[in-house]
């Protein structure tokens, strides 16, 4: 069963759990988490991490304190407190809670951004939002693009597990650039439904992100085309996907275009 335990103003730490064993990804806070499982009856035996930033470690070393747990995450040397290393095509198998996960190296938002895949699951960190994408802190389009392919070729009935509620406010970008897309709009509309009744908006399919989410969908001829309109780069797949991102990057709802 997995968990999606709120923090700070917007974050997400992941509780996977069967029962009595559980593994957390990205806790940067360690109240939370020790307050999900205390609520839960759990005990820790494992973090996972996606990458550097303070509000996806900042409760590795208070949890390790209490808790004997494997702390798994990618070779980055601002990463604090690992016990295990992790690289893209690596495997993370786990007793208790019994799971396996494929690693991804999904570079873009930082340097050393990982992924994990399993049990029909993406535990995404910030690299792939609902409706959304994480900035380029550190990685360059062509590599987050990449990532974003990487991700996008898993199996359509994938739930993105990511770690911030972003959708409602990454939903005024994506109608501004496909303003016409019904799957878009009917996403919405659920997201806003979920939201008043106090509900995560993720896990999200990834075949439905896939048909609405903009940054997947680099290739296809409305989006271009709204590229081109605004005077974005569509010489290439990642002209594309860096014009979007530097649009998203300045957009504020309530504007008439992306870019304006």
């Known amino acids: 069963m997995l968990i999606a335990v709120p923090a700070f103003e917007d974050n997400y730490f992941w509780l996977w759990h069967d029962g009595r064993h559980a593994l957390v990804v990205d806790p940067g806070s360690a109240a939370p988490v ?8 759990l005990s820790l035996r494992a973090i996972l991490v996606t990458h550097h930033h303070p509000d996806h470690i900042g409760g590795i070393a208070g949890l390790a304190q209490r ?6 995450g990618p070779r980055d040397p601002r990463i604090g407190g690992l016990t295990e290393f992790v690289d893209g095509g690596d495997r993370v198998d786990l007793a208790e809670p019994a799971a396996s996960f494929e690693v991804l190296a999904v570079p873009g938002h930082t340097a050393f951004h990982v992924a994990y895949h399993g049990a029909g699951h993406l535990l995404a960190g910030d690299t792939l939002f609902s409706l ?6 550190e990685g360059t389009p062509a590599q987050m693009l990449a990532s974003l392919d990487r991700i996008a070729a898993l199996p359509a009935a994938t739930r993105v597990c990511c770690a911030h509620e972003y ?10 650039v496909e303003p016409g897309n019904p799957a878009l709009q009917a996403r919405v509309l659920q997201a806003r439904a979920q939201r008043a009744a106090g509900q995560p908006t993720v896990p999200v399919r990834l075949g439905d992100e896939s048909a609405c989410n903009p940054f997947l969908r680099v290739d296809e001829p409305a989006v271009r085309a709204r590229v081109a309109e605004g005077g974005g780069d569509t010489r290439s797949r990642v002209g594309i ?16 275009t992306p870019w304006g």
């Open 167 to 176: 959708t409602l406010s990454n939903a005024a970008f994506a109608l501004a």
């Open 67 to 72: 808790w004997s747990v494997r702390v798994i």
């Open 132 to 137: 959304g994408c994480g900035r380029l802190f």
């Open 241 to 256: 996907f860096a014009s979007l991102r530097g649009w998203k990057d300045r957009f504020r709802p309530g504007q008439a």
């Open 34 to 41: 020790e307050a999900a499982l205390d609520a839960h009856g």
